[in-house]
């Protein structure tokens, strides 16, 4: 099996072959010889010279990526789709960036409407979460062309609560 | 002894409390709002009332709905655990008025404890050492000057209603006074409905070393060791021990003395905790007593052998303390660690959500008081305490050793915790030596830059890549040749798990 | 210190080691048979070495194999647990002959306390009470019906290299006794390859009591309290507490002192355990000793305060005891239950198999010590232990609560375990009361007939006909209208799970 | 909703309606209002009058049945299937009866041969799991059938492992 992947702006191609719980791996240019085992889902515990580590792995729908915790780390990682490089950049207009969820809670205030000006920084949206409120501001210079919550609402994390032009 | 005991709380500490009421035959009722139709508290529970929306407002802080459920359950007794209605007066007359035991003080002694100032009074009254400052809310503007300038700077603006770090402000130097005292007189106001303001010497690096405190209704007094709650973030604890590093048998003696002096003066019974601010020399100050349980009174109990939450209980049904000072006797050191669902790489910010995994520590010397379990989605409307981990060990490096061990058994997947935070404090030299105090945090605490490449980081890029590249590709693989029956079973499962808690 | 030690064994008591090791910054090395590939105690090591097959004979037995693997990984020492070569002097050389220490007494003293006979002359010669009997093999069945008739029926005839029950029978009067000295030989013989018997005063409702011991290099001893073990099926122990419920401090006194005699006659270092019967009228004998770490640890643990696999460790690396016996204190009470993957209702046959659910208790008191996870198959091929559950709390009383409490917590589901016997048990009055003795789940224990049939149990069962309705329904209905993604995920889940522990 | 189950020969039928997480259900006559919570696949949480029931349900495929684990009892339930009503009784020819594996083990020995004549309680083939063993015997007077299983052989519990006729 072949796949490409990325880890800090860095892609990574792994090529394998598993036959029980044996892996024979190259990872970027270097060999591994690895016996792997999934004691539970998203876990693996994988045997590395007799060295015993343990990955565990937690998949992010909204942003395609993968976190995956070992020893005290947390690796990020990312499926390099070739098919699917062309429609990303699509997606996003240039020069739009939108303001998301750091965090699930509750939308208390809308600071700015459809069409006000705002500068880098400055807030537009409050939410809150176990008590803590989380101003979240412009991440630039424009006009906000959306605004997509209410007061009241709850959000998701990662939901795109506004957009600035 | 009590039939029934109302939880009026949520998570870890009804959690706590059902467990004590378990262990003496007494059945347990608890209480939950929308979010918590599936908390742990409630699954625990041999009663479980539904008291509202979700806000607290709506719910846990709603007297009214409470007292109801007194009546329909007909409890005859209420343990308010920590927060919430804990420490309010009325909620106290309310329970009494209708025949039900509150588990707490009486309302009287909880009144005069609450209000800072009537608090410091009293602790002066009992000749325990108080921070300099004024004795009474502040006039005006032009006596915090004048008081300021006598005590000398730095000093400290503080709410008289406050509590949780709000409405208070260090002033360092006289030209910075005037601004201070705004600011904090507003925000008490809109935390607290009350601008009331009062002045002290500001402690340069305190530690925060409180006493636990056990009193019964017959005037029987005891103290329990202190505990030192130094590491704060936003002025909440989230590490404290038994005993402080600090502490010797001389000064616990003092202290220890000192707040029994203190609380005799409200006539205070139940569990209390009176909080001490200490200098550098070690010299220490009355800073205020709290009238209920303690978030981190587990380290208290590991150390001591004494069940506090059961010794309230007693108390609260009139049964006097079955132990006198001379029978208290610390053994070892213990360490608490507050999980909550905080990303502390990002300023310690709120990170409620579904728990994907939750894989708890355990052997010899591990105590957890959890509020959470696999599967359930910490609701966005409360305190993010998940669960309290705390530890024994014969000597406090052993007790830091095994927590450092236990942390690393520790996995909560799906949201983030303060896990990783505790494992980089622990490692810290100051934390080790005991060099502690309020603004530890603060001072020691910088969220990891990129960690520096070494052949090790590159290798375990290169598992995490792998790892993904066989999950990626045994995901799609069994979805295409999977046999009925394995989708019949899966997706229940998976629905369960992602919906959780209803359906 | 040690920088690496191999922990030769498995399950609950390799993971206990291992965390003994973190907790000491020492590197611990794991072994794994097949059956074992993702076992706890693979996960938690550093480093882990297969060595064989999944019968013990071809893995945990292999000495070569264990030999190997100490020289692959470089460990300096080897921590041998319970039960496998723990007490194989032999294995004890083989691991000395490569320069590595065992962590354990010397192959000498495991050798004279292996041996039953010679064990016992040893005791005879501390001037500890023995059970009155011959003092060495009997030559023949004359000699038996000789002695049996000089100390008076009943008798026990017991296999010279025995343990675990096997080779032992009770004799009540003298025509039984060729037809059971025939039987205890070949079963003897069957078991240890040795058919050598020897033969003892039964002791009428014993109770198993033992004494607890530390010793170092430097000959310095002392007994860390007893333990009661009278709780016993099939010869083995399932319930352990400290202190027994009959030991005054004078009894303690005097079984310690008589354990440390018995052990000083072997120059015996190492942790240590003395077992003595002890009758209705509190008299003791010497039982055999055990040369190394007990299963039922923990309870002196949680009642001294002291870590006994720690101080193992220190004691193999030549460090001197750091405590006397003055300083030894014990605090209130703790009790160990061992979950077995058994059925209790079936007379205890085992009950290996995937364990679909585990859900751990936790909260003030608790200790686990656990060798297997949500989602572990456990093995046909060990001993049935899954976990030890221990509580500790200030009195007996308060431990039986608090035991009781915990266990309603405990869920484990896919096997059967001995989880629900434990419940029966702490509710019986002669366990209450401590009238504890060898024969106690023989004269207690009656697996449950149909319980009969009331309002509650027509309730329970409506509701187990609701929930397994709707369970049905939604399993059937969420495949029908699943969506592809939802598959995918699913499929993956249930894969993971019912393979479990490779692909 | 409707369904017909069977707990100890008894049938019950369970008529219900849910509505989020309310549900109101006639069970063998009574009624009942009920909140009903999933915390965790197989595990219910009920609300019946505000007291608490937490129920976890353990389907075996092998007997077609179900084990309810509630309040320190186990019960056992089976949904009636009037469709496989049949088919069932078929399967097993009258006079047959088979020796299972009471639990996961490995056969040590086969103490009979096909053509044997058997007492009922006469041991046919001895299993061993977690270093005890366990002798099965025939559960009638009769003629050894089929061995299906040879020494050394790892068996799955409820595995037939011979057949007496």
Redesign the interface.
Known sequence: ?K?E?E??SKT?S?D?E?K??N?T?T??G?S?E???????????????N??????????NPLTNT?Q??????V?T?K?VDHRQRGHKTDKVASGTQPISA?????VVQVLKNVGDEVKSGEGVIIV?????Q?ELGSPKNGIVTAIKVKPGQ?VV?GEVLAIIE | MFKKILIANRGEIAVRIIRACREMGISPVAIYSDADRSALHVRLADEAYYIGASPSLESYLSMEKIIDVLKESKADAVHPGYGFLSENAKFVQAVEQVGVVFIGPSALAMEMMGDKIRARQLAKAANAPVVPGTEKPLDSLEEAYQVAKQIGYPVMLKAAAGGGGKGMRMVGKEEDLASAHNIARSEASAAFKDATVYLEKFIVRPRHIEIQLLADRQGNYVYLGERECSIQRRNQKVVEECPSPINSAELRRQMGEAAIRIARQAEYYNAGTIEFLADQEHNFYFLEMNTRLQVEHPVTELVTGIDLVKEQIKIAYGQPLSFTQSDIQLRGAAIECRIYAEDAEKNFMPNPGRITRLSAPSGPGVREDSGVYEGFEVPIYYDPLLSKLSVWAATRPEAIARLSRVLDEYHIDGIKTTIPFFKAILKQDDFIKGNLDTGYIERNWHPSSKPTETPETKELQHLAALVTAIHHNSTNQKSNNQTINQAKQSAWRLSTRTKGRGF
Chains 1, 4 share one sequence.
């Open positions: 099996m796949l992947l880890i800090e990574f792994v394998w598993q029980n719980d892996i791996a990872i970027d270097t591994y690895l016996v792997i085992m999934s004691p539970s889902p998203n876990v693996y515990t994988l045997l590395l007799n060295k015993v580590y343990e990955l565990a792995i937690e998949p993968n995956v915790k070992v020893v005290n780390q690796i990682t499926i750091p965090m699930p809670g509750r809150e979460a176990m008590k803590m989380n709850n994390s």
